[in-house]
């Protein structure tokens, strides 16, 4: 998880570099605090076992590194880190699973396990903070490949997805990439699941609007297919590129992909899939295709159609959420009233990591998105800087109100313009699913606004609403937060699909 301090030569690596190491601290220190151990600084004359911890960390090679970690880190956090270390050590039978993402020997171990297992393979293009991943590995699936053009995204998958080695989770793009796919892909691949973007819906008068260059990206996905030839896509998109859909299909249907002797075509079939059908606590529209290989078709006797209707059958069984199901069980904040508090922790506006107050499965929907698990720790639960005029939107605004509400026409500051911002000011309604969350979020949290209390959600409630674990944590500046969490597939939903596809590749 951590780069050789020999290996870090620019600075978006120094970066990432820092926020970890800086994770690590934080996880230490929630650890202490929570299990009431003093952080006391270790024998000095137990320098080589920290060289030894380092070494194992995949952070140093040998013990003249640490002038250059040093350096890197600057002295502060340098021996901020070195006590931290020191604290592992000689707390290493107390420790509990927290770091073990940032452990280079266990992810080590967690991958050789997983690959060991006789799981559905799936390669995930265009897989952002790994929400899509995430609920089919939740159904057994093992990923082969992931593949992002955004760095920070690629972090954060790396670290929620330690079961994947790390050279296998490419930061890149699809275009540089689709050419030498067989670098990365050793197995037969199952599912090739993504969802790349699609723009140019405006240029209607053209006769194929998804030949738009614009929608390049998605062309090099159906590539992608073609050099693969998975038994099965599932790609995902926007609701609004419905009156679009069918000329995918056409290219689906266009395909044709000679392999190991063998002659490979698809069936696909598309649908609206909505998250709250499958007990996403948010009403999220996604059009999903599924597309099915011609000799899977036929020998299991499945088509994508039918397809469609075992996983809106399945989803139809599943207990229906509501916001405030989402927002139970964690520490209510305040607003921070000054700006470029954000990055700070702060007992009343929230912390990167904090001690959970609560147990992570008490209520349905927690038991839901944790999997029963119990989370000692909040991730990303910071509040958002608010303003005196929006602070008083925020506090006069009713459950459903928006911009327009007469309560609030004398300090709007976007009045004269409320027909193009009529939504930008909403108070969410607890009893009802979320709307979307969006990748916006990161300009604004106005549509968001918090039922019960004074602020904006924060990001691990926006993650919630999305139906990410509580322990999945978004690594990178606060803002770009909310934007992986607002373009991300719901991992329940993610999870519905994966389920009865699954069953098709027994």
């Keep these: 998880m951590f780069n050789r301090i020999s290996e870090i030569k620019d600075l978006n690596t120094k970066k990432f570099f820092i926020e970890k190491v800086m994770l690590f601290n934080k996880l230490v220190k929630v650890f202490a605090e929570k299990n009431k151990i003093s952080i006391e600084l270790f024998n000095e004359k137990s320098e080589l076992v920290i060289v030894k911890k380092l070494k ?45 993402k940032l452990d280079f020997q266990k992810r080590k171990l967690l991958q050789q396990s997983s690959k060991e297992k006789n799981k559905p393979k799936i390669v995930d293009f265009f897989c952002g903070a790994g929400g899509l991943s995430l609920g089919f590995a939740q159904e057994g699936f093992h990923t082969e490949l992931a593949n992002d053009h955004e760095g920070v995204c690629i972090e954060t998958y790396k670290y929620n997805h330690p079961e994947i080695p790390e050279n296998k989770v490419i930061q890149g793009d699809i275009r540089k990439i689709v050419d030498h796919l067989d670098n990365y892909i050793e197995n037969e691949i199952d599912v090739v699941i993504g969802g790349p973007p699609c723009q140019g819906f405006s240029s209607a008068n053209q006769q194929r609007v998804i030949d738009d260059p614009r929608n390049e990206l998605y062309k090099y996905f159906i590539k992608a297919v073609e050099k693969i030839a998975p038994k099965m896509v599932v790609m995902e998109n926007v609701r609004g590129m419905l009156p679009y859909a069918e000329q995918v299909v056409e290219d689906y249907q266009n395909i ?69 199901d989402a927002l139970e069980y964690i520490k209510p904040l305040d607003a921070p009233r000054i700006k470029n508090l954000t990055e700070v922790d702060d007992e009343t506006t929230g912390k990167k990591i904090d001690n959970n107050l609560f147990l992570g499965n008490e209520n349905s929907y927690l038991k839901l998105i944790n999997q029963n698990r119990k989370i000692p720790y909040v991730f990303n639960h910071k509040a958002r800087y608010t303003n005196d005029i929006n602070y008083e939107i925020y506090r006069i605004l009713d459950q459903g109100d928006d911009g327009t509400n007469e309560k609030i026409k004398d300090i709007m500051p976007y009045a004269h313009r409320n027909h193009v911002f009529k939504d930008k000011y909403f108070k969410l309604v607890a009893d009802k699913p979320s709307r979307t969350i969006t990748a916006h979020l990161k300009m604004d949290c106005h549509s968001h606004i918090h039922p019960f209390q004074i602020r904006s959600i924060t990001p691990r409630e926006a993650a919630r609403i999305q139906s990410f674990p509580d322990d999945y944590v978004f690594l990178g500046a606060y803002l770009k937060t909310y934007m992986q969490i607002g373009n991300a597939v719901p991992p329940v939903m993610a999870r519905g699909i994966a389920r009865e596809i699954k069953k098709h590749l027994e």
């Design 256 to 324: 044709s992909i000679t392999k190991n002797g063998n002659n490979y075509t698809y069936k696909i079939s598309y649908k609206v899939l909505v998250s709250n059908d499958f007990g996403v606590a948010q009403k999220r529209q996604r059009l999903i295709f599924i597309a099915i290989r011609n000799d899977i078709v036929k020998s299991k006797k499945i088509k994508p159609s039918k397809l469609f209707e075992e996983i809106e059958n399945a989803a139809q069984k599943s207990k229906k959420h509501v916001l405030k």
């Design 56 to 100: 194992e960390l995949n952070i140093i090679e040998s013990e003249k590194d640490l002038k250059e970690l040093e350096k890197l880190l600057k002295k502060d956090l340098f021996d901020d880190f070195i006590e931290c270390v020191k604290f592992t050590i000689v707390n290493k039978d107390k420790l509990d699973s927290s770091l073990d």
